[in-house]
Each structure stands twice: as C-alpha cells, then as structure tokens.
C-alpha cells in the first residue's frame, strides 16, 4: 500500500460579486468554488448571457490546489497579458484551491494602456477574495489497495462505514483499489486493514 500525501488548502464557500469604474469603465468581478474546467464553462455561459452587450469577459481558474498546473485563463480580446495572467496570479497567491474568476468589462471609451489594464483586473480579484469565505480542505492521503476477492465485501463494508473514500476498482488477479484516506485516520485505519486481513496486508506510509 502506496500513499501520496496532499497538504490541506482553502477553497471558496461562496459566491461573490464586485465592481469598480475605472475612467469610465465598469469592472464587474465573479468569484467562487470550481472543480474543473467544465464547470467554469457553465459559469462562462451564465455570465455571457446574463452580460450579452460587455465588451470582454476575461477569467481565470485553479481546478486543484493552489499552485496547481490544472489552470487556466483568457484575456478574451484584451490585449495579450494584461487580464488572464494577472487575475491567475492573484488566485496563485491567494491561499485558494479550486477557484475561478471572471471579470466583466463595459468599456467607457478611455483606455487605459496596458498597465491600467492590468491595475484593474488585478485589484478587481483583490476586492472580491477581500469578501469571499473560505472552507479548509481536509488532508487526505492516496493509497493503493490489494487484496483478494473473499476480502473485499469485508474491506468494502468497512470503508462504508468509515471516511474512507473508493475513488476506483480495478479487478485482475487481485482487486486493487484506489482509496483516500483523512490524513488524521491513518493509524485507526491502519489497524483495522490489519485486523481484518489476519496481517496479511499492511500500510505502507
């Protein structure tokens, strides 16, 4: 048995809205919780329909961990670097996992050169992680699981009854199973594998 630990980190428990003028242009930034990308799709599709007349909606995500390669972002048709890059930035620095940001601008007609831009989509995430809550991930660890067939209603049963979570079933000569397990139960579930199996499987950690 295998194990990858993850640290525990924050993500959004709530959704907030901001806005700001800036020289006559409106700055409205939507911030809150997101797995993956397919979620801040529907979000991107709420917000356009909701703003059909903005002029760009920028965004910017983190679907893991803060500092996660599992990002992304869109300067939709403002210059190049001065609305995506800065909003993930924000986002990496914030302490949050699993967050998205839009940010909705209706252009007044002055512009505001490329280090304004960058000013206003950067403060505009600022001013919303300011409001939003946040909601401590607990730590879990991933293992990897194998065993015989007459052990696994057992196992199966246990894990039910416990917060240990079957994230996957492979099954082949042996049923090998992908388990997350809360970092604080490692040695109360350690112990019962090994009861339940006679000590014949025991944690590797």
Not at 86 to 111: C, D, Q
Not at 184 to 200: A, H
């Amino acid at each position: 048995m295998q194990a990858l630990s993850l640290s525990s980190y924050l993500i959004p428990s709530s959704f907030v809205t901001t806005e700001q003028t800036i020289k006559q242009s409106r700055f409205i930034c939507c911030l809150g919780h997101g797995e993956d990308r397919e979620q801040l799709g529907d979000e991107l599709k709420r917000l356009r329909d909701l703003h059909p007349r903005a002029n760009h909606i920028c965004w910017a995500y983190i679907a893991g961990p803060p500092g996660s390669l599992d990002c992304g972002m869109s300067d939709d048709g403002e210059p190049r670097g001065t609305a995506g890059k800065p909003m993930l930035t924000v986002l990496n620095h914030s302490g949050f996992g699993e967050i998205w940001s839009a940010v909705i601008r209706y252009f007044g007609g002055i512009k505001l050169g490329k280090g304004g831009l960058i000013r206003a989509y950067t403060s505009s995430v600022q001013q919303a992680l300011e409001l939003v809550n946040g909601q401590e991930i607990q730590p879990m660890l991933h293992f990897q699981l194998h065993l015989d067939y007459n052990l696994l209603p057992v196992f199966e049963q246990f894990f039910a009854q416990s917060d240990v979570e079957i994230i996957e079933r492979t099954f082949a000569e042996k049923v090998l199973l992908e388990l997350l397990v809360p970092k604080t139960k490692i040695i109360e579930t350690k112990q019962k594998i090994s009861e339940i199996s006679g000590g014949t499987i025991q944690m590797d950690c």
